[in-house]
């Protein structure tokens, strides 16, 4: 790299749900094998966020949803060779994603999944990527005994769970609260999960560590430790809630943190907000960051009309002009994100992400 004139002295961690993978796989992974598997999905994410942002409880954190789900996917019947069919059959490269080649070739590049393993085997086998690239959540169901009685008990919890719906935090003049029938909500799925909790089973998961919120922002730092890249060297590209404390990391040392279609927690944590049905934009994006840094992506931005972007010089100008190309009437939206425009970036990125799923 050095002969090429590159120099290790940035990185890249990205998210593979809704930037690599164009959906979320671990609910349409729910709703393969469960009734009603994806509302149900959507109930327990919003119940950790709630717990772990909104409330700053010790209740529950990001990612730990992806724990419980383990004894009712197993109860339906779940198993390694059947959910490994599942994402393999179902893989949906976000279009662009290939830039994730051109990324890796510039600088140290991580991807961090919350989804099971058997996701992040079939993205690497779709994109011909090494696994060493990617943390994911480690599970094997085919390695856990459930007694007939809990799987019963398993898919009571099932029935109770999809009689509720999605947990919401509504605003006022800046105040965020829960209306009554939301606190109920939280009553219920608390009575539920710690049910779910004490099932045998869960004592065989041990430590088991969902690839949650917390898990992301330790593998940013172990990333930092292990190339010596400073934080305000470092791109990560998010779009979720289990993205935002590593995102928050980044944006506060004035790194790029890149929210692409994020949810609202993930544009919270960034510092540039994406809208794009193209991965592509992000690669051009974190191309002039490893050149020119923070300041320079800001400039970018701030050129970003095409006929100034067609006269301007770029890092890499092939990857300009392919993305020139592959939106040739309306750019992509590519906002950044300040504590004045933050609740308008919000509307408009889930927006985007509504229409795109």
């Not at 590159?6 to 998210?15: L, P, V």
């Not at 140290?108 to 993205?123: Q, R």
């Not at 300009?320 to 592959?326: A, Q, V, Y």
């Amino acid at each position: 790299m050095e002969e090429l004139g590159f120099s290790e002295d940035k990185q890249t961690i990205c998210t593979a749900s809704g930037f690599l993978d164009s959906k979320d796989p671990m609910k349409g992974m729910c709703d393969r094998f469960i009734r009603n598997g994806g509302k149900m999905y959507d109930v327990l994410m919003a119940y950790d966020n709630i717990q772990s942002f909104e409330l700053n409880t010790d209740i529950r954190k990001s990612g730990d949803s992806l724990r419980t789900l383990v004894p009712l996917l197993k109860a339906s019947g779940a198993t390694d060779s059947s959910v490994q069919e599942y994402f393999m059959n179902n893989m949906r490269l976000m279009p662009g994603c290939d830039a994730m080649h051109h990324l890796n070739r510039m600088m140290s590049t991580l991807i961090v999944s919350e989804s099971y393993e058997h996701h992040a085997a079939a993205l690497c086998d779709a994109m011909n990527l090494s696994p060493d690239v990617i943390r994911c959540t480690e599970i094997s169901f085919d390695g856990l005994d459930m007694s007939e009685s809990e799987k019963r008990r398993a898919r009571e919890s099932i029935v109770e769970l999809s009689k509720l719906n999605v947990p919401k935090v509504s605003s006022d003049k800046g105040a965020r609260y829960l209306d009554n029938k939301d606190e109920t909500i939280l009553i219920d799925l608390e009575d539920i999960t710690l049910t779910v909790d004490d099932f045998d089973l869960m004592y065989q998961l041990g430590e088991m560590k969902p690839m949650g919120g917390n898990e992301k922002a330790f593998a940013l730092m172990d990333l930092r430790r292990r190339t010596e890249v400073d934080l305000d060297r470092t791109a990560y590209v998010g779009s979720n809630s289990s993205d935002f404390p590593a995102m928050d990391i980044v944006r506060d040392n004035e790194g790029l943190a890149m929210s692409f279609n994020g949810d609202e927690y993930a544009v919270r944590g960034s510092n540039v907000a994406v809208m794009s049905s193209n991965s592509i934009v992000a690669a051009v994006l974190i191309s002039e960051f490893y050149s020119n840094g923070l300041e320079g992506v800001f400039s970018l931005i701030g050129a970003w009309d095409r006929g100034k972007l067609t006269e301007r010089e770029h890092p890499d100008r092939h990857l300009m002009n392919t993305m020139l190309k592959t939106f040739p009437s309306k750019l992509p939206d590519v906002v950044i994100v300040n504590d004045d425009n933050m609740s308008d970036v919000i509307k408009e990125s889930e927006r985007f992400r509504r229409k795109s799923v």
